[in-house]
């Protein structure tokens, strides 16, 4: 059984506290982004995709989803961990010497729920274009999902991939901007303002929908109802999932600040007190 609203809200309380944890552990990482999907990757593991047990590279049969921002790696982790994929005690070895869980995803060590390496902005959906064709191409009706940011889409590649997209009827894609409004060097407009998103995407002719409310689960899971009830009709699918960066934790919200910086020790102290929950395990 899907897991409920309810289950959905504490297993991303649990997945904030992993995400300060880990980030905390090693001084270093991205925190803003990562709290701010939070919700979003949750739902879309947890009630969305359809997967099959294990993992293999091929993902014949069932959803695949790729992460193009893969600076927010600490959320990715915890949640593909959190979803089966590895043990939940590897999320200690974040960004250590010889781990698998680098700053930014790489697939050369065989981690389970990894297919793109992304570190590196900008090339996610060119590379879940492929994905998509090729699920075309052997008959497979599922679904490819990606995540991207908004300040990504200030690089090249991604419009000749959203180009791409609808001039190839790409109908089996499902691609998500985490619309935060913020970057490191300080909110997208001060840093290259980009107008209307939405007006680009339907200008390049995609299907594209709104979740004003991209911390509230109810609302994403709506919302990406609705977008794969817009699938297979000819176009690719966008949302603009709009966030708040650090969402969770009261002084990393409504700022740029936490986009790349760790907490202290007394910082995590109050983070976690934020998000506590009875259930929870830490690793």
Not at 137 to 164: F, K, R, V
């Amino acid at each position: 059984m899907k897991p409920n609203t309810q289950q959905l809200s504490d297993l991303t309380i649990q997945v904030r506290r992993d995400i300060l944890r880990m980030v905390h552990a090693v001084n270093s990482g991205h925190p803003g982004g990562s709290l701010g999907c939070t919700e979003f990757l949750v739902t879309l593991y947890q009630n969305i995709m359809e997967r099959k047990e294990g993992f293999d590279m091929d993902g014949i049969g069932e959803d695949i989803f790729f992460l193009s921002n893969g600076h927010i790696s600490p959320v990715f982790y915890s949640v593909l961990a959190r979803s089966g994929y590895f043990p939940v005690s590897e999320l200690a070895t974040f960004r250590l010497l010889n781990s698998r869980l680098q700053g930014h995803p790489t697939t050369h060590e065989g981690l389970p729920g990894i297919r793109m390496a992304s570190g590196s902005l900008g090339q996610g959906l060119s590379v879940a274009l492929g994905a998509a064709q090729a699920k075309k191409l052997n008959g497979d009706n599922h679904l490819i999902y990606t995540l991207h940011g908004d300040g990504e889409l200030q690089e090249g590649q991604n419009w000749e991939a959203i180009m791409y997209a609808s001039a190839k009827k790409v109908d089996n894609l499902i691609a998500t901007v985490d619309v935060n409004g913020k970057q490191i060097d300080g909110t997208t407009d001060e840093v290259l303002a980009m107008g209307s998103i939405r007006a680009k995407f339907e200008a390049f002719d995609w299907d594209v929908l709104e979740i004003a409310e991209g911390n509230n689960i109810d609302a994403i899971l709506a919302g990406l109802n609705d977008a794969k009830s817009r699938t297979g009709k000819g176009k690719p699918v966008c949302i603009l999932l709009h966030t708040e960066m650090g969402n969770g934790v009261d002084f990393m919200m409504h700022t740029h600040a936490w986009h790349g910086k760790a907490p202290n020790n007394d910082q995590l102290a109050s983070a976690l007190a934020q998000n506590y929950s009875a259930d929870q395990i830490d690793y």
